[in-house]
């Protein structure tokens, strides 16, 4: 039995949706099936998600509601007239929509959250009923019915332990059973979104939960490439990589699958494939919990900016005992969470994401870390990229560090930072954002070009 997920892409259109069935009607084991909101037609076009976060705040506002629900209720339209459904299915999404604007605005997070939850939840209803309309045995399951449970604010929403036991129970229904992803619902029943990528997440809790046999994530690629091809031109397919490898990948922005989607299906120990919509019988990226060798100790390379790196000096900071902790709880109590820490003998770097601070809150830590901590010296620094590169095969093969900090110096660019995981699974190099693809294009040739493809 398969769970498959279908992402904004695969659902953006009418004629999307019918490949969709298609696949669906294909293989009789695909009985669940997770969707996203509808995304962009064309390079230009808005996903649906965003016109309803403009709908959002204009309600908000209380200013071109009725416009901006008309943009988001037309975008349904026009998917089901090319269905040829009939008025019923795109009544209920409008009824839906002016129930959710009129909610309760008191805590602003959860009302847009309502808001945007609704693109994946009136998407589901209407694949659903066209699934229907086809002749497919099919209905729509809305999370809370379900029993998809989240914890409170403020923490990000994540599944309580008893969502898994309540989705098993899914199990006994008949039919294919169409799934709204990217939510969940409070134990008091309040609705509350998963982090960016969370139709991914939603697929794979579902998937861990059902104990299904794969976990099918649907997108517009074949496969997952080993480095960014709008950077590297024609890089290699990956037809096989490990979870750690694609957690590694895609926290340095591999965009294919959010790394958080990987947990659930990781600790259930459910293989994943990531196949195409448009040419569902290329055979797609298999993420297994253990790969075959190959002679490649690199799998993968990838890249992801808007960083920033905290300094911190102070003389004898080795023999300072709890001064690391110190510093991280200062950052904790400014809720900044960290990505690296690679440290010398008298001084420590602390890498986070730039979307964290702004001035008043870099002043502030900086006097705290003057003042508290008595460093000699601290300040911040922006506009970094992470550049990283993966592979099982990295902890036995000499040399690579080597090779890749070479590489990288050919390019001219300057490294501001290296930090190799305790798993030695992946190697991070800190490098400034207008060196990024100059670098990644550098680290291709070097771990890709000289060698044939082959797992």
């Given at each position: 039995m398969k769970v498959s997920k279908f992402g904004g892409t695969s659902v953006a259109s009418a004629i999307q949706i019918k490949k969709v069935a298609a696949i669906v009607k294909a293989d009789p084991s695909r009985k669940f099936i997770v969707v996203s909101a509808p995304g962009k037609r064309y390079d230009t076009?808005?996903?649906?998600?965003?016109?309803?976060?403009?709908?959002?705040?204009?309600?908000?506002?209380?200013?071109?509601?009725?416009?901006?629900?008309?943009?988001?209720?037309?975008?349904?339209?026009?998917?089901?007239?090319?269905?040829?459904?009939?008025?019923?299915?795109?009544?209920?999404?409008?009824?839906?929509?002016?129930?959710?604007?009129?909610?309760?605005?008191?805590?602003?997070?959860?009302?847009?959250?309502?808001?945007?939850?609704?693109?994946?939840?009136?998407?589901?209803?209407?694949?659903?009923?066209?699934?229907?309309?086809?002749?497919?045995?099919?209905?729509?399951?809305?999370?809370?019915?379900?029993?998809?449970?989240?914890?409170?604010?403020?923490?990000?929403?994540?599944?309580?332990?008893?969502?898994?036991?309540?989705?098993?129970?899914?199990?006994?229904?008949?039919?294919?059973?169409?799934?709204?992803?990217?939510?969940?619902?409070?134990?008091?029943?309040?609705?509350?979104?998963?982090?960016?990528?969370?139709?991914?997440?939603?697929?794979?809790?579902?998937?861990?939960?059902?104990?299904?046999?794969?976990?099918?994530?649907?997108?517009?690629?074949?496969?997952?490439?080993?480095?960014?091809?709008?950077?590297?031109?024609?890089?290699?397919?990956?037809?096989e990589i490990t979870y750690r490898e694609m957690r590694e990948l895609s926290y340095a922005g591999f965009s294919v699958f959010h790394d958080e989607a990987l947990m659930p299906v990781f600790k259930s120990g459910i293989p994943v494939c990531i196949k195409n919509t448009n040419n569902p019988s290329a055979p797609g990226t298999k993420i297994v919990a253990k790969r075959k060798n190959n002679k490649r100790p690199v799998t993968g390379i990838s890249?992801?900016?808007?960083?920033?790196?905290?300094?911190?000096?102070?003389?004898?900071?080795?023999?300072?005992?709890?001064?690391?902790?110190?510093?991280?709880?200062?950052?904790?109590?400014?809720?900044?969470?960290?990505?690296?820490?690679?440290?010398?003998?008298?001084?420590?770097?602390?890498?986070?994401?730039?979307?964290?601070?702004?001035?008043?809150?870099?002043?502030?830590?900086?006097s705290r870390v003057l003042n508290e901590l008595k460093a000699d010296d601290v300040h911040f620094r922006h506009h970094f990229s992470m550049i990283v590169i993966v592979g099982e095969g990295m902890n036995n093969s000499t040399g690579l560090a080597a090779r890749a900090a070479s590489a990288i110096a050919n390019t001219g660019a300057n490294i501001e930072m290296i930090n190799q995981g305790s798993s030695e699974v992946s190697l991070s190099f800190g490098v400034q954002e207008s060196s990024e693809n100059k670098i990644l294009r550098a680290l291709y040739n070097e771990f890709f070009s000289a060698v044939t493809v082959g797992y």
């Open positions: 076009d808005k996903k649906v998600t965003d016109l309803l976060i403009e709908l959002a705040i204009a309600a908000i506002h209380k200013e071109e509601v009725e416009e901006k629900l008309f943009k988001v209720l037309d975008r349904y339209k026009e998917i089901a007239q090319g269905l040829e459904l009939d008025d019923t299915i795109c009544n209920v999404i409008e009824e839906d929509l002016r129930s959710r604007i009129n909610k309760d605005q008191s805590i602003l997070e959860l009302f847009v959250d309502n808001i945007k939850a609704s693109g994946e939840d009136n998407n589901a209803k209407l694949i659903s009923a066209y699934f229907t309309s086809i002749g497919l045995d099919s209905q729509y399951i809305n999370p809370r019915t379900a029993g998809l449970l989240v914890n409170d604010l403020p923490e990000r929403a994540q599944a309580l332990p008893q969502a898994y036991d309540n989705l098993y129970a899914l199990n006994h229904l008949s039919g294919v059973v169409v799934f709204p992803g990217f939510f969940g619902f409070t134990p008091n029943g309040t609705l509350r979104t998963f982090d960016r990528g969370g139709s991914d997440i939603t697929g794979s809790i579902l998937a861990a939960a059902v104990k299904a046999d794969l976990y099918e994530n649907f997108t517009d690629v074949d496969s997952v490439f080993c480095a960014n091809p709008k950077v590297v031109n024609h890089p290699a397919e990956i037809e890249a992801d900016n808007g960083f920033s790196i905290l300094y911190v000096s102070k003389y004898l900071m080795n023999r300072e005992i709890g001064f690391g902790r110190k510093l991280l709880q200062i950052l904790e109590e400014e809720h900044i969470s960290y990505e690296h820490t690679p440290s010398g003998l008298d001084d420590i770097s602390v890498i986070v994401r730039s979307h964290q601070l702004d001035p008043e809150k870099e002043a502030r830590i900086m």
